[in-house]
């Protein structure tokens, strides 16, 4: 097979986001836009890919780091000017370069492996990725000669009122013969109205030399859409959220309204389980089989195993494990384990923390820098102590405790296994074995008293 080369346009600034955030790394999804590009070459087989940087340079190849080489382009004089940054690479090499804009995140790869098969199949030297939009404003329009071959493409900025009025469009996808292209961009110029070297413009170059220059339609416009402001940025998010739940519909999903639950890109599901309205899923997260998770809940970096039920609740960076209840109003922050069967009930906050099988804290905790055993019950209002404004401390509670109501447990400070620990206590040193600690005043009654204060009622 010949060889294949990949060139991914990422240098622009994206003047249109009117962003401080450079266009390419604009999340769709969560995931930079870039980054979805480069996932679909990815799974084609490329030889050698070159990304073009220039804005933010350094963040785009924090991104792409170790799946593709880099060529800086200096000043944005053009999408040709761009792919010219790759000739100290790829220049010399014989095959295919495939070139693609890194705002086209949802191009999809089995419609570049399409692409490439038909540049081989007609034996092009240039063949154009295009499709027909309802509104082809902004972009590229493939102008066509009267047997239908493809001559040119014309900018929006630069074409005739008959020439805007083709729905045709250039996709800013395309493969070309690699001597040739960088050969052709030698010749291409900057006489247009934006002053800039377009790339687009190789095809008429290639079609006047009387190389074979072709053109594939893809039937999906929603593929190929370029993202160059905000508005499209959410078309996308769209398109790109619908295709991804889709997905795990048909893998055995339920969601209950798809137009309002946001799953990232690198979440996986297991069957049976239902997602409620309302529900992100973000970040690399793992879900088992048979859970309800949701309404009104984020779940970020986590894995979740089989049979769990988490509402109305926020889970971050964590572990949560089967059986776990999980909820209404429930914060489970970073570095928890919730082990399986346990219970975190409404208005409790978990962090750093690993809760016991079986344990609960059912109601209006803090639980901070904690080991918590198997079997143990966090009363209503339990707190864990943990900060004197310096320094975190470590709360230890063995298996079977029972921590009545209230109870403040100041940090560092070990409950160990079987013991109860008074409602209303603050717990300031250990508590031995199967012991009861009670830590506050006694109760007065002082009979009568409100009676003889003579205040006339
Ligand atoms: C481009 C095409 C247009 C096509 C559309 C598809 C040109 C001249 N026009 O227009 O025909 O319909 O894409 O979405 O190619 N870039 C660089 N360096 C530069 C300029 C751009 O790396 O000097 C990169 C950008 O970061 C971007 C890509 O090239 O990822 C395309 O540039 P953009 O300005 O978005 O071109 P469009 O106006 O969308
Ligand atoms: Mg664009």
């Known amino acids: 097979m010949n060889k294949r080369y990949a060139v991914i346009l990422a240098a622009g600034q994206g003047?249109?986001?009117?962003?401080?955030?450079?266009?390419?790394?604009?999340?769709?999804?969560?995931?930079?836009?870039?980054?979805?590009?480069?996932?679909?070459?990815?799974?084609?087989?490329?030889?050698?890919?070159?990304?073009?940087?220039?804005?933010?340079?350094?963040?785009?190849?924090?991104?792409?780091?170790?799946?593709?080489?880099?060529?800086?382009?200096?000043?944005q004089l053009g999408t040709a000017h761009a792919v010219m940054q790759a000739e100290a690479i790829l220049g010399e090499k014989d095959g295919v370069t495939l070139v693609v804009c890194g705002d086209t995140p949802l191009i999809k790869s089995q419609t570049i492996e399409a692409l490439l098969k038909h540049h081989v199949e007609v034996d092009a030297k240039a063949t154009i990725l295009t499709s027909y939009a309802d509104n082809p404003t902004g972009y590229g329009r493939i102008l066509r000669d009267g047997q239908g071959l493809v001559e040119r493409i014309v900018e929006e900025k630069d074409a005739s009122t008959q020439e805007k009025a083709v729905n045709e469009i250039n996709t800013g996808t395309y493969c070309f013969d690699n001597k040739l292209l960088f050969e052709a961009l030698k010749r291409v110029s900057n006489d247009?109205?934006?002053?800039?070297?377009?790339?687009?413009?190789?095809?008429?170059?290639?079609?006047?030399?009387?190389?074979?220059?072709?053109?594939?339609q893809t039937d999906d416009?929603?593929?190929?859409?370029?993202?160059?402001?905000?508005?499209?940025?959410?078309?996308?998010?769209?398109?790109?959220?619908?295709?991804?739940?889709?997905?795990?519909?048909?893998?055995?999903?339920?969601?209950?309204?798809?137009?309002?639950?946001?799953?990232?890109?690198?979440?996986?599901?297991?069957?049976?389980?239902?997602?409620?309205?309302?529900?992100?899923?973000?970040?690399?997260?793992?879900?088992?089989?048979?859970?309800?998770?949701?309404?009104?809940?984020?779940?970020?970096?986590?894995?979740?195993?089989?049979?769990?039920?988490?509402?109305?609740?926020?889970v971050r960076y964590s572990k949560i494990g089967n059986n776990v209840v999980i909820g209404p109003f429930a914060h489970i922050r970073p570095d928890s384990v919730i082990n399986n069967k346990a219970k975190i009930g409404n208005f409790v906050e978990i962090k750093k923390s690993i809760i016991g099988q079986g344990s609960k804290a059912s109601h209006l905790s803090y639980i901070g820098d904690a080991e918590v055993g198997s079997n143990v019950n966090l009363g209503c209002g339990s707190i864990t102590v943990n900060y004197d404004g310096k320094q975190k401390?470590?709360?230890?509670?063995?298996?079977?405790?029972?921590?009545?109501?209230?109870?403040?447990?100041?940090?560092?400070?070990?409950?160990?296994?079987?013991?109860?620990?008074?409602?209303?206590?603050?717990?300031?040193?250990?508590?031995?074995?199967?012991?009861?600690?009670?830590?506050?005043?006694?109760?007065?009654?002082?009979?009568n008293y409100v009676k003889n204060l003579n205040i006339k009622k």
């Not at 450079?22 to 490329?46: A, F, R, T, W």
């Not at 990232?264 to 998770?293: A, F, L, M």
């Not at 089989?306 to 609740?313: A, F, L, P, W, Y």
């Not at 074995?433 to 009654?445: F, K, P």
């Open 192 to 216: 247009n109205v934006q002053g800039e070297y377009y790339l687009p413009d190789v095809i008429e170059i290639l079609q006047s030399q009387g190389e074979v220059v072709s053109a594939y």
């Open 393 to 447: 401390y470590l709360t230890k509670i063995e298996d079977d405790v029972f921590v009545g109501c209230n109870s403040n447990l100041v940090a560092p400070v070990t409950i160990s296994k079987g013991a109860y620990v008074a409602a209303g206590s603050t717990i300031t040193e250990d508590v031995p074995e199967e012991a009861l600690s009670i830590a506050r005043s006694r109760q007065v009654n002082k009979n």
């Open 15 to 75: 003047t249109r986001m009117k962003s401080k955030l450079y266009k390419v790394l604009h999340p769709v999804c969560g995931k930079p836009m870039v980054e979805h590009v480069m996932n679909q070459i990815s799974d084609l087989q490329i030889n050698q890919t070159v990304t073009i940087v220039g804005h933010g340079a350094e963040e785009v190849q924090s991104h792409l780091e170790g799946r593709s080489l880099f060529a800086f382009q200096e000043e």
């Open 221 to 314: 416009f929603e593929e190929t859409l370029g993202v160059n402001d905000r508005v499209a940025l959410a078309q996308a998010e769209i398109i790109m959220k619908s295709r991804i739940n889709e997905e795990h519909m048909r893998k055995g999903v339920t969601i209950i309204d798809p137009n309002n639950t946001y799953i990232g890109p690198d979440v996986k599901i297991g069957r049976d389980t239902i997602i409620y309205p309302n529900t992100t899923i973000s970040g690399e997260c793992v879900i088992g089989e048979d859970c309800q998770i949701g309404p009104g809940t984020e779940i970020n970096h986590s894995l979740i195993e089989n049979e769990t039920v988490i509402q109305q609740s926020v």
